[in-house]
């Protein structure tokens, strides 16, 4: 499947600096104006969404990368699909990047989620749960936010209110491998960046034990 992730990638979407090798490629385009057509293709890489102001975009554990709604501009939301292997390694590395003209604007990602369970808050277990992109002035600058997808944490299995025999611990793991995972989203809020390109490249992170 990673080799034909490879040549799913929109030609427009290349940017080098310096990463190559299999990868999704995820382009979300801001637009002045509400898209009124449906947007569930599932085989499409792009996200549409507010050239100003704040949106929803939901990610959830499947087998695979699927935009199964690129309509940010209404009032739903999008949501995307990507790829989870339950209590396993499976993991991607993530950079983001600002592209389009230059000091135009930037976009502020707060990532949420809700962990069934889970001991203490989601921005706790989140290894990183804010950034910011923009497109400053020269060569587009790609940044790291594979800690936005990835947590520490543990899960209070026996209801005690601690972490502790018997409970599920979990550290810098994919965040959609945790099995009680309810939901996981972006509170993107956009000023005026026309293109932030999200690239995923497979690795492994992490692990889950059981306390004893």
């Not at 040549?7 to 979300?28: D, E, M, R």
Request: include cysteine.
């Amino acid at each position: 499947m990673i080799a034909g992730l490879m040549l799913a990638v929109p030609t427009f979407a290349q940017v080098g600096q310096g990463l190559s090798g299999p990868h999704y490629n995820l382009n979300i385009i801001g637009v002045s104006h509400p898209k009124t057509t449906a947007m569930d293709l599932t085989d499409r890489h792009t996200l549409f969404v507010p050239l100003s102001g704040s949106v929803k975009i939901s990610y959830v554990a499947g087998t695979e990368f699927q935009v199964l709604d690129g309509n940010c501009t209404d009032a739903d939301g999008c949501t995307i699909e990507v790829p989870s292997d339950p209590l396993g390694d499976l993991c991607y590395d993530v950079y983001a990047t600002g592209l389009g003209r230059p000091n135009a604007g930037q976009v502020i990602v707060n990532a949420s989620c809700t962990i069934d369970g889970l001991i203490g808050s989601c921005a706790d277990a989140l290894l990183l749960d804010t950034f910011t992109v923009d497109r400053p002035k020269g060569k587009p600058r790609r940044q790291d936010i594979s800690d936005v997808f990835r947590a520490t944490g543990c899960i209070d299995v026996n209801a005690t209110g601690f972490c502790d025999s018997g409970d599920l611990q979990f550290n810098n793991v994919w965040i959609f491998n945790i099995p009680q995972l309810l939901d996981y989203f972006w509170d993107y809020n956009n000023t005026g960046l026309k293109l932030m390109q999200v690239r995923f490249y497979q690795t492994t992170c992490g692990s889950f034990t059981t306390v004893p």
